[in-house]
């Protein structure tokens, strides 16, 4: 048994020498195939090339040039706040292991940059970023015989940009796209733009839907974190909003609409539903438009944008044209029930002169009747003298109860009319003629509208 177990145990071993031996004939043919691939010059150039370590590891920093191509500008949000490019980033750098003899540059595959040292270059602000890899990864390695090499990506980033919708949509958005090395600070790398402001081309060429660039800028500065600090490039570059489309789509809808709520105004004050028709329908439109106007903003903002303004400007407009109906209907009916009980008033002092011409006229009769009958019965009889006189001064009376004090109906009618006369004292809710409300509005309205316009576009276009 132990015989057995010792020859069990020889052929375990041989067998992990056998498959160990294959193995490195394997990774020795790799290689013979790899350096095969390779040209002569770049095989003498990767001899002893350590791609971990930078150059000029110990004669201070590398400089890294770089220049962008803006290929396209495909987004720019409001309600997420930033902006998608697709850009070609060069990059160069002089790296003295990578000197040959010759005067052309050699043209790499862009897979073999995984064999050379390259920039530790990330974008700042981007929220989403990818290298184009159709058909192939989309690099370009070029060396040059002084040793600077040229190293080119495609990318597509969706970079932040904080933008001031305060004067929106007649605002301008400056924009950054900002270049710092992730693990290399000032001491190790520096960066710098090839050709300063020069360095970044393509802006010139692009349409945006919304915006126009009106002018770029570059610019070098310092990233300090607390490890460190970092190097970093700037791109700045200014968007000017198109406001033509916003015009046509907003502020000329909303303004018909405010000229349309003045239609009422022409309009006669008995004709309640076309009016009130009018008056509801323009604010039931503006209230939408306003709503629709909103769909393509932050859904929560902490300013006040200046289309919001504009809007609430139409909005109360179209409401006070409504409210101005209403009022113009209400001192109609009150001057309607002013002057029913100023007829009130003069039937209530018709009846009273009435009621005393009557009771003149009856008192004159009253009196040539007593004349009569005093004339009839003789006179020495002073008794019955004042026997008639009490007996005629019940007839002389007997007008006084039409003249009784006046009933409660009329009571109340002369206190309304002391309360509408108190209230035509302190010139409160008294308005001569109601039609004058509407021919008042037809000039205030349009002149007010135009007054708050000019100071609208003068302050959010010239400050």
Not at 92 to 100: A, G, I, K, N, P
Not at 111 to 116: A, F, H, I, P
Not at 328 to 346: D, G, K, R
Request: glycine share 4%.
């Amino acid at each position: 048994m132990a015989v057995m177990g010792l020859s069990v145990s020889g052929g375990t071993v041989f067998t992990i020498l056998l498959i160990s031996r294959l193995l490195e004939r394997s990774m020795l043919s790799a290689e013979v195939k790899e350096g095969e691939i390779l040209p002569p010059t770049i095989q003498r150039l990767m001899k002893g090339y350590n791609k971990y370590l930078r150059p000029f590891f110990d004669n201070g920093p590398v400089t890294v040039g770089m220049s962008l191509d803006i290929a396209s500008i495909d987004t720019i949000s409001e309600i997420n706040m930033d902006y998608t490019a697709t850009i070609f980033l060069r990059q160069r750098w002089t790296d003295e292991r990578l000197v040959f003899e010759g005067n052309k540059s050699l043209s790499l595959d862009g897979r073999l940059v995984e064999l050379l040292w390259v920039p530790d270059t990330f974008i700042v602000d981007s929220k989403k970023s990818f290298l184009h890899d159709i058909t192939v990864e989309n690099r370009l390695i070029r060396i040059f015989p002084n040793g600077t090499v040229l190293y080119a990506l495609r990318i597509t980033t969706t970079v932040a940009c904080n933008m001031d919708l305060t004067k929106y949509p007649m605002d301008k958005q400056t924009c950054t796209l900002q270049l710092e090395s992730w693990g290399y600070n000032i001491n190790d790398v520096m960066f710098y733009w090839t050709r300063g402001n020069e360095s970044v081309s393509g802006l010139e060429s692009l349409q945006l839907a919304q915006y126009t660039v009106e002018g770029h800028y570059t610019s070098v500065s310092e990233a300090i974190y607390e490890t460190g600090c970092y190097p970093k490039l700037v791109f700045h570059f200014e968007l000017k909003r198109n406001i033509l489309y916003f015009i046509l789509e907003t502020y000329v809808p909303s303004s018909l609409l405010v000229v349309l709520s003045w239609v009422s105004f022409w309009i006669s004050l008995s004709s309640v539903p076309a009016r009130i028709c009018i008056g509801v329908t323009t604010v039931l439109t503006m209230t939408t438009l306003m709503m629709g106007a909103r769909t393509s903003l932050p859904n929560a903002n902490c300013f006040i944008k200046a289309i919001d303004v504009y809007l609430g400007i139409c909005f109360s407009f179209i409401f006070g044209a409504l409210i101005e109906y209403a009022v113009a209907h209400f001192c109609t009916l009150s001057h309607t029930n002013s002057h029913m009980l100023m007829y009130a008033h003069q039937i209530h002092d018709f009846d009273d002169e009435i009621n005393g011409i009557v009771t003149t006229i009856s008192s004159h009769s009253n009196r040539a009747k007593r004349r009569k009958e005093t004339a009839a019965i003789p006179s020495p009889a002073p008794a019955t003298t004042e026997l008639s006189v009490s007996q005629s001064s019940p007839s002389s009376s007997k007008p006084k109860p039409e003249a009784s004090p006046p009933e409660p109906t009329n009571w109340c009618l002369t206190v309304l009319d002391t309360l509408c006369k108190v209230l035509h004292s302190i010139n409160c809710c008294h308005v001569e003629n109601p039609h004058h409300i509407d021919n008042y509005s037809r000039v205030t309205f349009p002149l007010s509208f135009v007054i708050v316009n000019l100071l609208y576009w003068t302050y959010y276009l010239y400050f």
